[in-house]
C-alpha cells in the first residue's frame, strides 16, 4: 500500500457527510478534517466533490444551513441534518452494512 | 415536502443567482481560511500557509462550476448566462454580426416569404367543411347530361359541376356592365357546404327551366353596387336580358370557382336542348362524398356507372369514353399544377438557406481562429467541452434568431411583391398570409440554422489543444482541420450555387425561347376590345350581323384607324367554338371518336388584319359572309397536312356534324398559337379551320344563332385610350345595353400568355442571383483568410524571389480549385435535380449542355475574380514587414 488514501467509492461520500452531521452542525473544512481525523487519514474529502455533494444534499433537504461562527472565530457556513436527512442516514447506513456484510462474505468464503 | 424544498432550492438557486454566487464565494473563503489557520498552527509562515492551502483545494473555478452544476438550476442559468454572453459578443463586433445576420436575414427571409406560398397554397385546406371530403372528377369531360346522370345516381357522392370563367351583360342600368360569374348546379353551395351571408343559396331544382332565374351575389359585388344594403334580396337585376331575382349573397371570404367570380346562375339543364344537354362545353364536376362513403368506393361507383352512362346519350360515343375516369382531392384538382413549381421555388431557397449559413460558418471559423486563446483560457479554468460548444452554439443560435427576426421582417415585406410577381390568376393568392404555421416554419428554420452553421465551427473550437494554443501565445494557430473544413464549405457553397444557376439558366433560356416563338401572327399595334350584345339580342335573324358590320363600319371610320375585324375568340386563350366535324376524305369509324376542331368565327378582314398568312389558294371575301351563297371554309397549315398530306387540299369538303351543308375548302393559312405561346392548340383539338361571321356554325340544335360575343381586332396608329374612348361612344350609339369590356393590347395578351413561365424565372434568376453572390462572398471569405494566414509564407517566397505575378497565379490558382472542385459537384447534382423542373421547360432539355457549361464557366469566373482582390493584395505583401510581424 503505497498510496495512504484510497479513493471513496461511489455513492459513500453522502453516507459520510451525513453520518458526520449527524454529531451536531457542521461546517465544510471541519466536516472534510473530521472524516480524515476518524478514518485516521485513510479517507480524504476533495474539495471538488465535498461542496457540489453538501449543495446536492441541501437540495434534496437533508441538511440545512446557517451561518455561524466557528471553533476559529471565523465566519463558516454550518450544515445541519434536517429530519428527513437522519431517516435517509438510517437508511444508507442499514444499506451500507447489507452491501459490506455481502462483500466481506463474499471474499471470506471464496 | 422534499419535492417542496427541492423546488424552493431551484427557485432560489435561479432567481437570487447573485446572492447565492455570493454566499458561494463566501462559504468556499471561508474553508481556505480555516484550511490556512490550520497551517499557521502548525507553524508554518503564512504565505507558505496560503499558498498550500490553495494547492490544496484546487481550481475554485472549477469547484464552483461543479457546485452550481450540482444545484440542478445550472441548464437554465447557463443558457441565460450563454445568452448575455452571446449578447455581448454580438454587440462588441458589428462588423461581423451585420454580415452574419443580413447573410441569414436573406436566406431566412426567402424561406419565410416562399413557405408562405406553399402553406397558403398547398398545405392550408380548402375553406370549406370538412375539406377532404371534396372530391374531383378526372380522366374524362362532362358535358350537362353526364353530369345529370350522375348527379342522379350517385349513392356515395353529392354530384356538383359549374362551368366557369362565363360573362353576363348586366344591363337596365345606366352603363350596361359585363361581370365575370359562374353557372353553377343548384346543389353546388350545398355540396361544398358553405351558406349565404344574406338571403339564401340555390334550392335542388333551381337548375331546372322555369325556375333558375335567380341569381346570388358576391360579397364585393353587393358591396360596390348595393352598398350592402340588405332590401337588395328579392329585387331584379336584368343579366343577359333575363331579368334574375337576387336570392342570397355570400360572404367574403367565398371566391369559388375563382376570385374573379361575383355572381352565381343556376346552370340550365334541359333535356330538351340535345345539343346543349350533351354536347354544350366541358364543365368541371365536383362532388362531396356522403357520410361513411370512402373514395375507393365511389371510384367504384364511378366505374360502375360508366356503361349506364355512355347509354344515355342520344348518339353513340366511342367505346372507350370515361375510361381513365376517376377522382381526386379537390385540393389537388385546383392547386394541382402549381404545386411542383412552388416547392421547387421552395428547394432553391432552401439552397440558397444553405449557401448563407455555409459562408456564416465560415465567417464563425475564421473567427474562432482568432478566438482560440479565449476559448483555451476558459478550458483552462475548467469549462467542460460541452460546455464550451453549448456557448458558441447559443452565439450562432443567437445570430440566426437575430436573421430570423429580420429575414421575418424581409418576407413580410417582400410578400406582397412576391405575389405580384405571381400570375393573377394563380389559384389561392388570396389564402397566402403570414399565419402560425408560417411563424412556426420560421422558428423552427431560426433554430435549426443556427446548429447547422455553428455546429462545425463549436466542434473545432471545443477540440483546442490547451498547450499549444497557450504557448502559441495570440499566434494564429489555427487547427489545419479548421482550414480544410472551411475549404470543403466552400466547394458545397459552389456546387449548391451551381445548381441553382444551372436551374436559373434553364428556365430564362425557355423564356426566352418561348417569348420568341412566332404566334403566327403580327401582334403590334394591334388593340383588341370585347364588344358583346345579350345571348337573347342575337337570337333574332339578322339582328348581330347588322349590329356588327354597322360597328365596324364606325369604326373603320376613325381617324388612325387602318383595319378592324372582329372574332369569335383571340388567339393564346384558345377562343373559338369546338365543333365536331366530317372530313370527307376522313370519315370516321364507328366507335372512335368524332374530329374535333376548333372553329375561329372572323369577319373577312381578320387575317389581313392580324397578318395571318394565306398560303394557299383564297382568303375569305364578302361574298363568303352571306348563308346564301357557297359555304367555304380555310383551314390552317397544320390541319391540311394532317388530312391531305402532300395534296392540294383546295376544293376539298368538310362538314360540321349535325349540319347538313358541306362546306369547300377555299384557301390554306398560317399556323397560330391558339392556346398559349408554348402549347399551339389543345390536345383533344385536330385542327382550326376559319368560318366567315354569317356562314356560322352554331354547336348545338342547329338555329343559326351567331355568337354574340366577339372581340374586334383594330390595327391603328393612335393612342390606344384614345380608340377605347371613341370605342365606347360608337357602341352606345348603337345600341345603349351593349357593353365594351378587355379593351388592351394584343402584345399584352402574347406577354400574359408566358406570365407563368416569366414569374418562376425571374424568381429562381433572383434567387440563384443571392446564391452566386453568396458564393462569390465565400469564395472571397476563403481566400482572403488563407491569404492573410500565408502572408509569412508569401513574405519568404517574395525574398526568395518569387515575382508578384508567381504570387498571384498562387492565390488566384487556390481560388479556382475550390471553384473547380465546387463546379463539378454542382453539375454532377445538377444533372440529377434539373430533371425535376422539366415540366416547367420548354424547348430546352433539362440537360441542355450549353446552359450547364455556360453555368459552369460563369461560377468560374466569378471565382476567379472573387480570388483575384485578395490576392491583389497578397502580390503587395512586403516581404520585410511580413517577415518581422510573426
Not at chain 1, 12 to 26: C, E, K, S, V, Y
Not at chain 2, 118 to 143: C, Q, S
Not at chain 2, 436 to 450: E, I, K, N, P, Q
Request: charged content about 20%; proline content about 5%; aromatic content about 6%.
Amino acid at each position: 500500500m503505497t498510496n495512504r488514501n484510497i479513493e471513496l467509492p461511489q455513492g459513500t461520500l453522502d453516507l459520510l457527510i451525513l453520518r458526520t452531521l449527524a454529531a451536531g452542525p457542521q461546517h465544510g473544512w471541519a466536516i472534510s478534517e473530521r472524516v480524515q481525523e476518524i478514518s485516521s487519514d485513510v479517507l480524504r474529502i476533495q474539495q471538488g466533490s465535498l461542496y457540489p455533494a453538501l449543495h446536492r444534499l441541501e437540495r434534496r433537504g437533508w441538511v440545512k444551513p446557517r451561518w455561524g461562527t466557528s471553533e476559529n472565530n471565523r465566519r463558516a457556513k454550518f450544515y445541519e441534518l434536517t429530519r428527513s436527512g437522519r431517516r435517509q442516514l438510517e437508511l444508507e447506513k442499514s444499506m451500507w452494512r447489507k452491501l459490506t456484510t455481502a462483500v466481506a462474505q463474499i471474499l471470506d468464503t471464496i | 415536502m422534499k419535492f417542496i424544498s427541492d423546488l424552493n432550492f431551484r427557485i432560489r438557486a435561479l432567481f437570487q443567482r447573485k446572492a447565492v454566487e455570493v454566499d458561494l464565494d463566501d462559504e468556499l473563503r471561508s474553508h481556505l481560511e480555516h484550511e490556512v489557520d490550520k497551517r499557521v498552527r502548525a507553524g508554518a509562515p503564512s504565505e507558505a500557509a496560503i499558498r498550500g492551502a490553495r494547492a490544496a483545494f484546487g481550481g475554485v473555478e472549477r469547484i464552483k462550476e461543479e457546485t452550481r452544476e450540482s444545484r440542478g438550476v445550472n441548464f437554465i442559468e447557463n443558457l441565460a448566462q450563454d445568452v448575455r454572453y452571446g449578447l455581448r459578443m454580438v454587440v462588441k463586433n458589428p462588423g461581423f454580426t451585420a454580415v452574419a445576420v443580413l447573410t441569414l436575414a436573406l436566406g431566412i427571409g426567402a424561406n419565410t416569404a416562399v413557405f408562405s406560398l406553399v402553406n397558403g397554397v398547398v398545405l392550408r385546406p380548402l375553406p370549406f367543411p370538412e375539406p377532404d371530403h371534396m372530391v374531383a372528377m378526372t380522366g374524362g369531360e362532362y358535358t350537362k347530361g353526364p353530369f345529370s346522370f350522375l348527379r342522379a345516381q350517385s349513392r356515395t357522392m353529392d354530384v356538383a359541376a359549374y362551368a366557369d370563367e362565363a360573362e353576363f351583360n348586366w344591363t337596365g342600368i345606366d352603363r350596361p356592365l359585363r361581370i365575370a360569374g359562374a353557372s353553377v348546379s343548384a346543389n353546388y353551395f350545398s355540396a361544398l357546404g358553405v351558406a349565404a351571408e344574406e338571403g339564401r343559396v340555390f334550392q335542388q331544382g333551381e337548375d331546372q327551366p322555369g325556375t333558375d332565374r335567380v341569381v346570388i351575389l358576391s360579397h364585393a359585388l353587393w358591396d360596390h353596387r348595393f352598398g350592402r344594403a340588405t332590401n337588395v334580396i328579392g329585387s331584379r337585376i336584368m343579366l343577359e336580358g333575363i331579368s334574375r331575382e337576387i336570392i342570397g349573397v355570400m360572404p367574403a371570404e367565398f371566391r369559388f370557382p375563382s376570385t374573379k367570380a361575383e355572381l352565381w346562375v343556376p346552370l340550365h339543364l334541359d333535356p330538351k336542348d340535345i345539343g346543349d344537354f350533351w354536347y354544350s362545353s366541358y364543365m368541371p364536376v365536383i362532388a362531396r362524398l356522403r357520410p361513411g362513403a370512402t373514395i375507393g368506393q365511389a371510384q367504384a361507383e364511378l366505374a360502375a356507372l360508366r356503361k349506364p352512362m355512355l347509354a344515355q346519350f342520344p348518339y353513340p360515343l366511342p367505346a372507350d369514353s370515361w375510361q381513365k375516369a376517376g377522382l381526386t382531392s379537390l385540393q389537388e384538382r385546383i392547386v394541382g399544377d402549381e404545386r411542383v413549381k412552388l416547392l421547387i421555388l421552395l428547394g432553391a431557397v432552401g439552397l440558397l438557406l444553405l449557401i448563407a449559413c455555409a459562408n456564416v460558418a465560415n465567417l464563425l471559423l475564421v473567427r474562432a481562429a482568432t478566438r482560440l486563446r479565449e476559448v483555451a483560457v476558459r478550458t483552462a479554468l475548467g469549462a467542460g467541452r460541452w460546455r464550451i460548444m453549448r456557448q458558441l452554439i447559443t452565439e450562432s443560435v443567437l445570430l440566426s434568431v437575430l436573421g430570423g427576426a429580420v429575414g421575418m421582417g424581409v418576407a413580410i415585406y417582400g410578400l406582397p411583391a412576391l405575389k405580384s410577381l405571381l400570375p393573377a390568376d394563380s389559384p389561392r393568392l388570396a389564402d397566402v398570409t403570414v399565419d402560425g404555421r408560417v411563424l412556426l416554419f420560421v422558428a423552427l428554420l431560426m433554430v435549426a440554422t443556427g446548429i447547422v452553421f455553428g455546429a462545425a465551427p463549436a466542434l473545432g473550437a471545443s477540440r483546442v489543444d490547451l498547450t499549444n494554443s497557450l504557448k502559441a501565445g495570440g499566434q494564429r494557430g489555427v487547427a489545419g482541420g479548421n482550414h480544410r473544413l472551411s475549404k470543403s464549405l466552400v466547394v458545397g457553397e459552389v456546387a449548391i450555387s451551381v445548381v441553382l444557376v444551372i436551374g436559373a439558366g434553364l428556365l430564362v433560356k425557355s423564356l426566352w425561347l418561348l417569348s420568341n416563338v412566332d404566334p403566327g401572327f403580327r401582334r403590334e399595334t394591334i388593340l383588341t376590345a370585347r364588344v358583346t350584345p345579350d345571348e337573347t339580342f342575337c337570337e333574332v335573324s339578322g339582328r348581330c350581323q347588322t349590329f356588327y358590320s354597322d360597328l365596324l363600319g364606325r369604326v373603320r371610320a376613325l381617324p388612325g384607324v387602318t383595319e378592324v375585324a372582329a372574332v369569335n375568340g383571340l388567339p393564346l386563350g384558345g377562343g373559338g367554338e369546338v365543333l365536331p366535324v366530317d372530313i370527307e376524305a376522313h370519315p370516321t369509324r364507328p366507335g372512335a371518336h368524332n374530329h374535333l376542331l376548333l372553329e375561329k368565327l372572323v369577319t373577312t378582314d381578320y387575317l389581313s388584319t392580324m397578318g395571318i398568312p394565306i398560303l394557299k389558294g383564297r382568303g375569305l371575301n364578302d361574298l363568303d359572309a352571306s348563308a346564301h351563297s357557297q359555304w367555304v371554309v380555310l383551314v390552317s397549315k397544320s390541319t391540311a397536312e394532317l388530312y391531305w398530306p402532300g395534296i392540294d387540299p383546295v376544293g376539298e369538303r368538310i362538314k360540321v356534324k349535325f349540319q347538313d351543308q358541306w362546306r369547300t375548302v377555299v384557301g390554306v393559312v398560317g399556323d397560330v398559337r391558339e392556346s398559349t405561346m408554348a402549347v399551339p392548340l389543345e390536345s383533344y383539338l385536330e385542327g382550326v379551320f376559319y368560318v366567315a361571321y354569317g356562314q356560322q356554325a352554331v354547336q348545338g340544335s342547329g338555329t343559326e344563332t351567331p355568337p354574340a360575343e366577339m372581340t374586334l381586332v383594330m390595327r391603328s396608329s393612335q393612342e390606344n385610350s384614345q380608340i377605347g374612348a371613341e370605342l365606347h361612344g360608337i357602341v352606345a350609339g348603337i345600341n345603349h345595353d351593349v357593353p365594351v369590356t378587355h379593351i388592351e393590347p394584343l402584345q399584352g395578351r402574347v406577354i400574359e400568355s408566358v406570365a407563368g413561365p416569366r414569374s418562376t424565372a425571374l424568381l429562381f434568376s433572383f434567387f440563384s442571383a443571392l446564391a452566386l453572390a453568396l458564393g462569390g462572398v465565400g469564395i472571397y471569405g476563403v481566400i482572403s483568410y488563407s491569404v492573410e494566414q500565408r502572408t509569412r509564407e508569401i513574405g519568404i517566397r517574395m525574398a526568395l524571389g518569387a515575382r508578384p505575378g508567381t504570387i498571384l497565379r498562387l492565390i488566384v490558382g487556390q481560388g479556382a480549385k475550390l471553384a473547380v472542385g465546387g463546379i463539378l459537384v454542382g453539375v454532377v447534382s445538377a444533372l440529377a435535380l434539373t430533371r425535376l423542373m422539366a415540366g416547367l421547360l420548354y424547348g430546352v432539355g433539362a440537360t441542355d449542355s450549353l446552359t450547364f457549361f455556360g453555368v459552369a464557366l460563369l461560377l468560374f469566373l466569378v471565382a476567379i475574380a472573387a480570388s483575384y482582390i485578395p490576392a491583389r493584395r497578397a502580390m503587395r505583401v512586403d516581404p520585410m514587414t511580413a517577415l518581422r510581424t510573426e
